[in-house]
Each structure stands twice: as structure tokens, then as C-alpha cells.
């Protein structure tokens, strides 16, 4: 990223952050113009490492070794890409259903810089529940809740974002949520 882009980064993150605490007011930390959107996806390059140790801690011994690493990591970034393309083609859309579209840029900046937090928690998450311990029950409890306050967070961030309902949010929520999970299966049988 070029290096003006990293004071808006920064305030960016800084507003992400805010939002994760349920502070609608950083909304003001986000430049929600056309030109801001372009460069909300500099998130993407900021988060692919976070995403590569996601990928090393879910992508099984067997799997490295039957496919190699070369394999994985290029059909994982092709299905990056497309997930980090994909959802705001979708939101195009379903902006437009809900009668929210004059708002689409409010809603698509904060989700791309929310994505830099939302990883970095699932790699702690990672890190901290992958230590090998014998009783998983307390390691899949804690990636559950991290799983469902990263729910919430985008439901709150589509809620003030597009200004719409709690209904509306949840649909948009579910609508990322099957979109990653449809992507994510259709990667992982490519290896």
C-alpha cells in the first residue's frame, strides 16, 4: 500500500475498532466516499497474512502433503480474492432491495476495514486454542463465541452503517456468512 494510504489505514482501523465496541461513532473514522471504497480494499492486503496463518492452522498435515503448499496457497488466494470481490458485487444488489443502495458506500467501507480486526481475533483465537491440549470442549467453546461476537459486530456495522433494520442486518449477515462458507468448501475440494 502506498505509504499516504496508511494514515487513513490507521483511522480506519481505528473506527473498526470502535464499531467492535458497539460505538457508532466511528463511522466518522471511515471515508465513505467512492474514492475511500477503492482503498477500504487495501484491508485485503493488510489482512492476507492474518489469512495465510488462518489457512496454516486449519489446513491439515495430510492435506499439505497430499496437495503441497504451492497448491494450497494458490487456490486459497484465488478463493480470497473472490470472496474479498464477490460480497460487495452481491451487496450491490441486496443494497438495492432493501432500499438502502444511496447508502452502499457507508455500509462496504467499514465492512472491508472491519475484516482486519475480525482475523487478527481468529488468529489469537487460533493461537490460543490450538496449544494441543487433551479436552477440546474449551477450545471449540472459545472459537464459537469468537465466531458469534464477529456475527454481531458485522450485524452492527450493517445496521448503523445502511441505517436499516435489525432484520435487514441479519439477512446481510447471512448472505456473508454462506457466501464464505460456500467459497471456503469449494477451495478446500480443490485439494
Known amino acids: 500500500m502506498p505509504t499516504r494510504v496508511w494514515p487513513e489505514a490507521r483511522l480506519a482501523l481505528v473506527g473498526a475498532l470502535r464499531l467492535a465496541r458497539g460505538d457508532r461513532g466511528g463511522l466518522a473514522c471511515f471515508d465513505r466516499s467512492l474514492d475511500g471504497f477503492w482503498r477500504s480494499f487495501g484491508a485485503?492486503?493488510?489482512?492476507?497474512p492474518l489469512y495465510l496463518l488462518l489457512l496454516a492452522m486449519r489446513v491439515t498435515?495430510?492435506?499439505w502433503?497430499?496437495?503441497?503448499?504451492?497448491v494450497i496457497v494458490t487456490v486459497e488466494t484465488i478463493a480470497y480474492?473472490?470472496?474479498?470481490?464477490?460480497f460487495p458485487l452481491i451487496m450491490l444488489t441486496v443494497t438495492r432491495l432493501i432500499g438502502r443502495a444511496h447508502r452502499y458506500f457507508d455500509f462496504m467501507v467499514p465492512y472491508n476495514w472491519s475484516q482486519v480486526p475480525q482475523s487478527a481475533l481468529f488468529v489469537l483465537?487460533?493461537?490460543?486454542?490450538g496449544s494441543g491440549a487433551p479436552d477440546a470442549a474449551p477450545a471449540h467453546a472459545i472459537e464459537a463465541v469468537a465466531?458469534?461476537?464477529?456475527?454481531?459486530?458485522?450485524w452492527f456495522i450493517a445496521r448503523v452503517a445502511l441505517d436499516t433494520t435489525a432484520a435487514a442486518a441479519a439477512l446481510?449477515?447471512?448472505i456473508d456468512l454462506i457466501l464464505g462458507v460456500l467459497v471456503s468448501n469449494i477451495a478446500g475440494s480443490l485439494y
Open 44 to 48: 485485503a492486503v493488510i489482512g492476507y
Open 61 to 63: 498435515v495430510a492435506e
Open 65 to 70: 502433503e497430499r496437495a503441497g503448499g504451492f
Open 81 to 86: 480474492v473472490i470472496g474479498w470481490v464477490a
Open 125 to 129: 483465537v487460533g493461537l490460543g486454542t
Open 147 to 154: 465466531a458469534v461476537a464477529v456475527l454481531v459486530y458485522e
Open 172 to 174: 446481510i449477515v447471512v
